[in-house]
């Protein structure tokens, strides 16, 4: 039996998302301490508060087990040091 496929994500909202258009660097930060992390986190989850995808993009993270970076407002973990 085939199952429709339905986009988790529709093409509007996804345009609409807070970071189009933006440095993905800015979602995966270089940190030289833990002040420097905490900083870049906040600053990236802010960018996601609001954001029409955020609970897709999180749910989407945690599916595709992302081990670095911020989605959905949410830091997954991983070290990424200058
Ligand atoms: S919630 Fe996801 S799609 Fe929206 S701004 Fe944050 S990282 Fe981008």
């Known amino acids: 039996m085939e199952y429709p496929k339905k ?5 509007e909202a996804y345009l609409a998302r807070h970071c189009n258009g933006m440095d993905p660097n800015i ?3 270089s ?3 833990k002040t420097e992390q905490a ?3 906040a600053e990236a989850s802010l960018i996601c508060e609001g954001c029409p995808i955020q609970q897709a993009c999180y749910e989407l993270a945690v599916k595709n087990h992302e081990k670095l970076g911020i989605w959905g407002g949410s830091y997954f973990g991983g070290n990424r040091r200058v």
């Open 27 to 29: 979602f995966f930060p």
């Open 31 to 33: 940190y030289n301490n």
């Open 39 to 41: 900083k870049a986190i």
């Open 7 to 11: 986009p988790l994500i529709n093409s």
